[in-house]
């Protein structure tokens, strides 16, 4: 066991040509890996300039990529993140509980308090600000036509409106920062690696980690954190600036130039805050959000009816509970369908009677005639349940696997000291039971107001029963603001109707009934948004920095003001370029690669668990082939040494062969010529079927099937071979590593056959 962070130490896992270490006059300048920090690099400059360049082109292109990553994998957010929490939520009733990060005997790093104050502050602290109120209120008034409850009156609308908005950022939320920061606490506290992304791979990867894989693998987490941070900075923005004009009218929230501003001056103090480190910096503004959020809250239940929040507290809560499971696999299949209908490029076209092509398969044309006006709304609106999974399922989804690199490893570095079980506990229920509630008083007070309001301006008549909207020009409402003179004694009394307010503005107007305490009210809610963000955004900087100097604690200032103004430059290019939407948008398509890292991330997991604990299963087994998956393309020699195995030139020929004529490799493994020409045959279909897939109708299908065969029969390869070499997996695995890695797999195989020694 050695003691991580020390530059000593990480130079024992860094290759010397990838460590760069740069001294002037007997100051550090630059400590890091060269090669993860150039390629984070490219990736994160080359997209601002691009989005400066081709501003509408690139906000267009975002929301595209958007949607597509929406209509086509809803189903894989959904599912991966329910299989993450059974597997999180097992282990808390596993031997492996009582695994501790860090040395058996070792005290945690940090108190129980500060300990929970960084947990809940970089992981959840902006939503329920940002959305405490908000997102109750869409639910409950904007688009209760997203509704996945049955309802019939008003009272079960606000109950499910309460419900949904826990269920976003519930146990499912997560999930997944708590499946990296175990990873990253057991290879750094146990087993003596740096705290880098990389590393949590070993298990699965070996050492092919410490190479192009490994500096691949943290540029892509680097990358997937800024854009994570990015969306928090963007959205805080708006929450910020609404605050700033409760305080200074003059100043208004929604210009570009006001939120430029905000983002900005953030970036400051998290730059300021991040130089002066974890125990000095984070941790102080960790506690000093949290203790400014319980005095907002506490504040608000003395002010109101305390019975009354209590009760919807438990209501809520009970709610959730009974439909986690309903919720849980929804994928909005019907909703989506109705999209497919209709096409976007020939809106205009709709109502016109024309005939024209649709995306529905196998029907060639029909009559827009037949698409009335209902229909094309049910799909087109804001409040369409099309839209649903991309506004907020899909989104949340993806900002948490975005989130989950920096918050991960922040968990991880601050549990030294912590039981598996501990950090399941805290980071799992505790965090989310304190949101809850928090979040519940926001959002009961929130539902409460609309519905005053609604009653004192005789609204009952303006609600569509349908959707449960409200019309706004109604309720004398003119662009998110009250100009009848009903509305307007109605706002000078403190109530408003909120689902006609801007979202940015409805956490603020909920503090306006409790004369005497609004402006102080309102200006906790600045010092605690600034607190949470703030916090976000250093938490952010740090990881990027922990992960590009591949694990060192302690890097030279310039790096860390570096990677704090990467980040502000990110978030002002997705602002300037279209705002919400975008942030959103680009949240969701970055987050995708690092959705699908997360699954492997869990079977690295299992396996470093097994590892600890001394598992017969693993350790009576060898831990892999003599070759890794990527091995190749390092060059390593197996760990068996076997002078079999063929040099390096010689091997990089079977990965290029595995990818034009697999033949070899499976004639090879099998020694079957059979089986070998079954597999050519169905490569070679898959091939030529996709070749004339756009003049054949059905080739494209019927080449993906082809595709199927061939990576099944070298999956069934690969487990016949595993269990032959008594090499620990199972085949499932086998599959996966198939279907995306054929190539590497045949070769991988074709060495062990060729090797020796096993």
Known sequence: MIDFGIEENIKRFVRPNRWLSVDFKGYRLLRLNWVTTLLSSVIMWSFIAWSFAKKEEASIEILEWKSWLSINFTWFYILTRNLWLLFIGGLLFSKYKHIKLGKDDEKPQFSDLSWFA?????????????YGVAEPMWFYRYNAHASKIPFVNDDQRAQMAMMMSNYQTGLHGWVPYVIVGLLLGITTYRQGRPMSMRYAFQPILGKSVNGLVGDIIDSVTIACTTFGVCTSLGLGAGAIGSALNRINSNIDPV??????????????????????????????????ALFSGITLTLTLICSDNPGFLFNSFVQTTGHYIQWLTTLGFNTDTWASFTGQLIDEGNWERLTLGNTRETTVTGLSTFDDTRLNQ???????GERSPHNFMDMWTVFYWAWGAAWAPFVGSFIARISRGRTVGEVIKAALFTTTLFLFFNRNIFGSLGIKMQRTAEYALGADANIDWVDGSVNCTALGYTSRQPTSEAAIRLANEGYYALSCRAFTDQIL?????????TKWLQSLVLVSVLLYFTTSSDSGSYVDDLIASQGFLNPPPIQKVYWAVTEGALTHALVVNGGIDVLKGATIVSAFPFTIILCFLCVSLWRALKMETGDPVITDARKSFNTGLFDILEGFKPESADPVTPPRKERIQELIAGFVFPFRGIKSVSGSNTIATVAMSTYVAWISLLSVSGVVDGARAMAWVMYLFFVSIVAKMRTDLRQERNVYGNSVEDFITSITLYPFAIAQMEHETKSRMF
């Open 118 to 130: 960084m947990l809940f502050s970089c992981g959840t602290g902006v939503s329920m600000f940002t």
């Open 374 to 380: 209902d229909l094309m709304d049910s799909y087109w």
């Open 509 to 517: 107007d909920i503090m306006e009934p409790y004369t005497g305490l």
């Open 255 to 288: 210009t570009i130039s006001t939120k430029l501003w905000i983002i900005w001056s953030i970036t400051g103090i998290a730059s300021i805050s991040v130089l002066t480190g974890i125990k000095n910096g984070i941790r102080n503004l960790a506690k000093m």
